[in-house]
């Protein structure tokens, strides 16, 4: 069943794309570690400028294993072809030693497999030898991404000043080494921990040092190579997006990216590994994770407009991981603040409308931040400013939109209005291609290089959330029709269509969320059909979350190598025994995420009002909360679904606590609004009767 499963995806899904050279070709490799978009102009490195308009040009994310990446990681990830780091002083890659002929050996270099635990290191140069050729190095970083297991290259010269004619064209596989740009970064072995430690002047003649070796090499070339170009390190304290370049003959004025981002202007460090064997026709082993770049569209208005293009990509990145913790600590403190204000105010029963409009107001500030990138923000003089305007405007709009529509008359218009809006967001970026999730403060972005399409965890919270909210809503509808099968049937299909559309490999890719939407939304469904829900049960519906993830991603594993996401990858780590790495590393930052100072707040704060608010109603809230569930039952199901995908997300997702932080933040607040209206609509329709309000059960319950 799954290998016909698997011939009707390979026909769906996209195939894997292919390097833009033909295979059985030359291909060099020349690394400048700490080479951004915004170095490049005509005066300060022509050599450079001239080859990317020769290429196909994008941006490289050189995440590594932690928050930057140091030359040695760098060429060590692409010798390893899998996310690399040797775990100690980052700073430049060890000299090699000659071995009595025109090659050379890296000392020491056992140390890799035998203390920093980097059992890939030397895949690429051993694939090369497996396939009878031979490779040649110039400069210590090239020789450590072509050494063999054994730490061996075939030809190696310490740079590319007075290179011999014949050495760039001894081998087919050659990588270059251009260090003159990092060189005066590193101090005492390590990169500065400030973000930039030269001055302009400084930077600028390094770069031309760099240009000038870069063109000494173009100059060495045979004809028929092709040539790879990568800033593959930071240089710094800060991460940016890096220089990518591929020269071939049809790939002037085009866009490169790679089928592992999804983005046709964006590459990963591994995917040089995978590109340079491409290239040559030789196999690509398992453990490499990348895949081939490749020449996507093609690019209007020259070099120029290509080069502001990309710097303006690492600007947004550059901006949303800056503002990021302040932003989420705004919303703590909004949260924090809201609750709190809300407390004192309902147990007084004063002030309930404008803790309504507050409540709808935060509800809006999710969707908003990716509605933002709509517009192009980045591109402003001051761009977070322009960021900080784009969330806001909106924000109010839609608490505006969803208080003052047709309808506002219904307890549940509103919630319906704000979650609406939302699902449909997140559903849209979804079936587009991510274009709002990438570089927003509630999505991702390639600088930090966690993700770099399909639906983050944060997005996951919100989707799900909104989702359950939305169905309640239409199966409070129905059951108010005497139709409570088709309500249970609408949560069910609209769950499972939210869920597989959040998973679907090249779609959503959500490993986690499935396991935790799954339980979130049989307890709705259940509850809303009037069955009881037990630990059993609730284990039971995790599980199935836990096969329907593994499935889907055994479907993506049984595709080729190359069009697999890092769904089907992690099967292939599971049945080679490197599953439990991915696993160890996820469970620390999940746990890392329970101290957060900005997330943990949220949580505590929510967790707590809704509980008193629930034990004692009157006291808390005047009764808000059992207001809102007396005028739908179907909303609280809906709720507690919620927390059951919040909690269960919370535990499966290395983002921890941001999963349940997000959910909370979305749904206490849309169904607090719901309890408002309904207790306001209550206490006036007994006074229209002529009864005292405080009469009635559902108010009298909060005195």
């Known amino acids: 069943m799954f290998a016909a499963l698997a011939l009707v995806l390979s026909v769906l899904w996209p195939v894997a794309a292919q390097a833009a050279a033909p295979a059985q070709g030359r291909v060099v490799l020349i690394g400048v570690p700490g080479l951004q978009w915004s170095d490049l102009s005509p005066e300060i490195t022509p050599d450079l400028w001239r ?17 930057v990446t140091c030359p040695y990681d760098g060429w060590l990830t692409v010798s390893a072809g899998i996310r690399s780091a040797v775990g100690y002083g980052c700073g430049l890659p060890p000299v090699p030693e000659q071995d009595g002929g025109p090659g050379a050996v890296i000392p020491d270099y056992d140390y890799l497999y035998r203390v920093a635990g980097q059992k890939n290191a030397g895949t690429l ?33 310490s740079s590319a000043t007075g290179l011999p004619a014949d050495t760039l064209g001894r081998c087919r596989v050659t990588a270059v080494d251009v260090d003159d740009l990092i060189r005066p970064y590193v101090t005492g072995g390590r990169l500065p921990d400030v973000e930039e430690a030269l001055t302009p002047q400084q930077r600028a003649a390094a770069l031309r040092r760099a240009d000038a070796q ?38 002037p004025g085009r866009s490169l990216g790679a089928a592992s981002t999804h983005r046709e202007d964006i590459t990963l460090l591994p995917d040089i590994t995978a590109t340079l064997l491409a290239v040559t026709g030789i196999p690509t082993p398992p453990a490499v994770i990348g895949v081939p770049w490749q020449a996507g569209g093609s690019r209007t208005g020259g070099t120029q407009a290509a080069r502001d293009e990309l710097v303006n990509a690492d600007v ?66 001051i761009p977070v400013l322009a960021l900080v305007g784009g969330i806001a405007t909106p924000t109010l709009l839609l608490a505006a939109v969803a208080l003052a529509g047709p309808w506002r008359r219904s307890p549940l218009g509103p919630l319906t209005a704000v979650a609406g809006v939302t699902a449909a967001v997140l559903a849209g970026d979804l079936l587009t291609g991510t274009p709002l999730q ?24 919100l989707f799900a959330t909104s989702v359950l909210l939305l169905a309640t809503a239409i199966a409070h509808w129905l059951i108010g029709r005497g139709r409570k099968t088709a309500a249970v049937a609408v949560v069910v299909a609209m769950g499972c269509s939210a869920m597989i559309l959040g998973g679907w490999p090249g779609v959503g890719s959500d490993f986690g969320g499935v396991i935790a939407f799954v339980p979130g939304i049989a307890v709705t469904a259940l ?20 096969i329907t993830v593994m499935a889907i991603a055994y479907l993506d594993y049984l ?69 809102a569930f007396d005028h739908s039952p179907a909303l609280k199901a809906g709720l507690l679904g ?48 002529g009864q005292d309000p405080a009469s009635s059960s559902l108010v009298s319950r909060s005195n």
């Not at 999963?659 to 933040?665: D, F, G, Q, R, T």
Request: proline residues 4%; hydrophobic residues 50%.
């Open 51 to 67: 080859l990317a308009g020769q290429s196909a040009v994008g941006s490289l994310s050189v995440r590594a294993v932690g928050r």
């Open 125 to 157: 140069g051993e694939a090369v030898h497996t396939a009878g050729e031979c490779t040649a190095a110039v400069g210590p970083g090239a020789a450590l991404a072509l050494a063999d297991r054994k730490g061996r290259v075939d030809f190696y010269a």
């Open 214 to 251: 870069v063109g000494a090499v173009l100059n060495a070339l045979p004809g028929d190579a092709t040539v790879l170009l990568a800033g593959l390190a930071d240089h710094g304290a800060a991460p940016h997006l890096r220089t990518a370049m591929m020269r071939t003959a049809d790939a």
């Open 316 to 381: 947004a990145g550059q901006t949303i991981r800056k503002a990021g913790g302040i932003f989420f600590t705004t919303v703590a403190v909004l949260q924090v603040a809201f609750y709190v204000t809300a407390f004192l105010l309902m147990r007084r029963r004063r002030g309930l409308g404008g803790v309504r409009v507050a409540a709808l107001a935060l509800a809006s500030v999710p969707v908003s931040t990716y509605l933002v990138n709509l517009i192009p923000w980045h591109h402003a003089g």
């Open 438 to 461: 990438l570089n927003s403060v509630m999505g991702y972005t390639a600088v930090v290089g966690a993700r770099y399409y399909g639906l983050g965890n944060i997005p996951f919270a």
């Open 527 to 546: 509850l809303i059909a009037g069955k009881r829900v037990s630990i059993v049960k609730l284990g039971a519906f995790c599980a199935a979350g836990g």
């Open 559 to 627: 595709r080729p190598p190359a069009s697999q996401t890092h769904l089907g990858r992690f099967v292939g780590q599971v049945l080679t025994g490197e599953a439990m790495e991915v696993i160890g590393r996820k469970l620390g930052a999940m746990l890392g995420t329970l101290l957060s100072p900005n997330l943990m707040p949220i949580v505590i704060t929510a967790a707590v009002f809704l509980v008193y608010a629930l034990l004692r109603p009157g006291a808390a809230s005047a009764g808000v909360l059992p207001a």
């Open 642 to 689: 919620t927390l059951v995908s919040g909690v269960v997300g919370m535990l499966v997702n290395d983002s921890g606590a941001a999963v349940l932080s997000m959910a909370l933040a979305l749904g206490v607040p849309l169904v607090l609004s719901v309890g408002i209206k309904a207790l306001h609509d209550g206490a006036a329709g007994y006074e229209e009767a």
